[in-house]
Structures are given as C-alpha cells and as structure tokens.
C-alpha cells in the first residue's frame, strides 16, 4: 500500500508537549555549549581582572574592570601587564618600561626614567619618579636579565614595582596576560 496519501493527526496538546519538551533540549544544549564556550576562553583565552589600588592612576583606578589577553600577546615597552609573583598576595598590574637587555636608569632628582639612555615620554604617569624603593641608587642603571622584564607603575611614587626587591624583575613565567582594554570603572 502506497502511504503518500496518508496524514497523522496528532492533538493541539500532545503537540504543544512534544514541542515543549523540543524546547527544552534545545535550551539545555546551547547553554551547556555556553558554559563550554565560556569556560574555554576563560581558561585559555581571555579573563577579567580587577584594579586593587591606586599605583596605575591616572591610567587605571581601583575597582575598574580590565580585559586581559593570556595568549596571543608580544610584550613591549609600555604595555601594561598582569603579573604573579609568588611572594605577594594577589596579582599586579604594572607598565613594562624595559625588556631584557635594555639598561634602565632612573635619575631620582629630577625624576627622569631612561631607558638604554634615552629619556622616555610618560604622559601616563600621575607624577615623576621620585621614590626610589629599596633598591639603592647605586645600582642604577639596571640591565634587564634575559627573559626578564622591568615594571613600574604609573602612580610612580605609591605603586610597589621593579625598584622594590619583592617585586624585582619580572620573569616572563610570571606574566598572566596583557591588558586589552577597560570594560568598566
């Protein structure tokens, strides 16, 4: 017998149940592929940071949302990056002035950074570099080690950076991301 012709009637409710139950899988499918998604990117792509303090102002401010790159990233002098030093509490945020090889010098009278030499522009600092850390002054200019970089902060007399010991260079391990841009704040 040729069923071309046959039609299946199926009930308005047994319909509105089987799209309903439709529905549903469908929901659950996408926001487990969400929760994939967004787990993914998270662990390998891309997070979100939060400032803790003031030692980026005037560029960053405490409580402001940053997006930060974990891959994908060629760090250079003035990037501003995420850190993990083992000995602090909580990761930092701070500029890259030099990378390896580069020599870093920091005349303290006049608050002047240079960097192989060459004084560099800072019109994101919030004042001159005048604090000089517990690093002592002769030991200035610094050559920064090989896979290694030197920090500051852009509040440079209140930010805990590369002119303190805990903080010292930065080896490139202990660089989480760099940061993309502001999301809020």
Not at 8 to 14: E, M, P, V
Not at 20 to 30: F, N, P, V
Not at 79 to 107: C, E, F, P, S
Request: charged residues 25%.
């Amino acid at each position: 017998m040729d069923n071309k012709g046959e039609r299946i009637f199926i009930k308005r409710k047994d319909l509105r149940k089987l799209l309903s139950k439709k529905e549903w899988l469908y929901t659950l499918e996408i926001t487990v592929i969400l929760c994939f998604l967004i787990s993914f990117v998270s662990t390998f792509l891309l997070t979100i940071a939060s400032v803790d303090g003031k030692s980026m102002e005037p560029t960053y401010h405490n409580k402001d949302l940053l997006l930060v790159s974990k891959t994908f990233y060629n760090i250079k002098n003035g990037d501003i990056v995420v850190i993990d030093k083992k000995n602090l509490n909580n990761a930092i945020l701070k500029r890259v002035i030099a990378t390896q090889g580069q020599t870093v010098d920091i005349d303290f009278d006049s608050g002047d950074v240079f960097v192989d030499g060459n004084l560099i522009e800072e019109e994101y600092i919030k004042e001159k570099t005048y604090t000089i850390g517990d690093i002592s002054k002769n030991e200035y200019p610094l050559t920064v080690p090989n896979g290694c970089y030197f920090v500051m902060g852009d509040n440079r007399n209140n930010s805990m950076d590369s002119r303190y010991t805990q903080v010292g260079m930065v080896n490139e391990e202990e660089i989480l991301g760099e940061i993309l841009f502001k999301i809020w704040g």
